[in-house]
Nanobody, 123 residues
Framework: QVQLVESGGGQVQPGGSLRLSCTAPGITWDLHSIAWFRQSPGKWREGLTCLSNDMGVVNWADAAKGRFTIIRDSGRSTVMLQMNSLQVEDSGTYYC????????????????WGQGTQVTVSS
């Protein structure tokens, strides 16, 4: 059983930065992959990026390929999402999720989810 607790959301102006944290005290790094998803109003939940159980990083969304970075802090059992140059369309609820094995860009592949943290990008 893996429990996930997110923090770090909030409101920021366009062009600003935020760092989200996902603390996973039950994580076993070589067994579990942790991904970040986002659900924006009126849209499907979207996979952003994932830290695989083999410590590889997979970026799915265009935002993750240029402005978002997934970071592991193994000492604190935490995975962070550093988000830079935020845009209005980045607003939404951000979730971290975990699964055994490698990363998949499908939310139904992840049995463990955090509660979500809200990000609002607005001037």
């Amino acid at each position: 059983q893996v429990q996930l607790v997110e923090s770090g959301g909030g409101q920021v102006q366009p062009g600003g930065s935020l760092r989200l944290s996902c603390t996973a005290p039950g994580i076993t790094w070589d067994l579990h992959s942790i991904a970040w998803f986002r659900q924006s109003p009126g849209k499907w939940r979207e996979g952003l990026t994932c830290l695989s159980n083999d410590m590889g990083v997979v970026n799915w969304a265009d935002a993750a390929k240029g402005r978002f970075t997934i970071i592991r802090d193994s000492g604190r059992s935490t995975v962070m999402l550093q988000m830079n140059s935020l845009q209005v369309e980045d607003s939404g609820t951000y979730y971290c999720a975990a699964r055994s094995g490698t990363c998949y860009n499908r939310d139904d592949a992840y049995p463990w989810w955090g509660q979500g943290t809200q990000v609002t990008v607005s001037s």
